[in-house]
């Protein structure tokens, strides 16, 4: 066994906690998708995680869920249609899996909102833009010239 003594674990932040990127488009790409069952059974949605590329947020990751499949008919339209601006954002036009999703850049406008059942803030997605080549990176002044799309590297 070993000795702990001397140890405050509430000394320490929550190395599993984070606190949400500030407001702002980021070059982000998706890398794991699931088809997942909504709380009340009655239908489906996308859940997405988004991996910011560059500048000082790099490597953070960002959830979002669209609704598939909902009893609301409103609530579906809205998760279809923010799904439908990630395909175009991606150049995917009918994808028959997420997958086909995964691993092209894109900008993603993120927010922040408050959580219902707790009162954290939290990121949340609300836009998805293809225009990677006038995307200013959150390391660059906007001063800098904006790249021409033959140096945009991928």
């Known amino acids: ?13 929550d190395p599993n906690r984070y606190d949400p990127i500030p407001a702002g488009d980021y070059l982000c790409v998706i890398i794991d998708s699931e088809d997942r069952k909504n709380k009340s059974g009655r239908g489906s949605h996308l859940k997405v995680v988004f991996e910011v590329l560059e500048g000082k947020y790099k490597g953070r990751k960002i ?36 997958f086909e999703l995964h691993n092209k850049p894109m900008v993603v406008s993120v927010g922040i909102e408050k959580r219902k059942d707790t009162g954290d803030e939290r990121n949340v997605t609300t836009a998805y833009g293809s225009e990677v080549s006038h995307y200013i990176g959150k390391d660059k002044s906007p001063d800098e010239p904006v790249a021409e799309d033959s140096e945009v590297p991928f």
């Open 1 to 13: 066994m070993g000795n702990l003594s001397g140890i405050n674990p509430s000394d320490y932040p």
């Open 63 to 98: 959830w979002s869920n669209f609704n598939i499949h909902n009893p609301n008919p409103d609530a579906e339209q809205i998760g279809r249609a923010h799904l439908a601006a990630v395909c175009r954002a991606v150049g995917v036009v009918s994808p028959d899996d997420s």
